[in-house]
């Protein structure tokens, strides 16, 4: 079939944008360079996981992109809030 | 064929590269940067949830270790020092 051919060339394409924002993300000297690479990582992810799913022909697959979006950017606030005051919750 | 061999390919990657940040977060001294690399662990983890066609561990694995771990941890860390000592 045409679409799975086509997406199985591409997957190693976010392979390889996959270890070049690891790397980013394991050696970025700042704090927020590391975060920014989580993150990165995390939404190249996303769209990973979509394309993913429409390889398998499961729909449900699909459903697991927008939470690990979303939770991923938690961790920006927990860190930008920790960063900025020093102190986390009450 | 092939295209099964790519998916395992995948897998096999996002292994290697989870045991990777697992290393950095063991022997971080920062205790804010081990956090983050736990977080690198988890994304990875839910990959390789992901690929073993478990979608529901994912939906409960991505809040846990994305949302209430991080924060748990660095509620923690601001309660004491920031940097390990020897």
Known sequence: MFVQEFIAAVIPLYLVATVLYLYRALKGPTIPDHVLGVDLLSYNLAVLFIVLGIFFEEPILIVTAIPLALWIYALDIYVAKYLERKVMGA | ?86
């Open chain 2, 1 to 86: 064929m092939s295209l099964d061999l790519l998916i395992y390919a995948v897998g096999a990657a996002a292994s290697l590269m989870s045991v990777v940040a697992v290393y950095l977060a063991l022997v971080e001294r920062d205790l804010v940067k081990a956090v983050i690399y736990s977080a690198i662990q988890s994304v990875f983890y839910s990959l390789l949830f992901y690929l073993f066609m478990s979608p529901d561990i994912v939906l409960v694995y991505l809040p846990v270790a994305g949302g209430v771990l991080p924060a748990l941890l660095l509620v923690l860390i601001s309660k004491t020092e920031r940097f390990e000592r020897e």
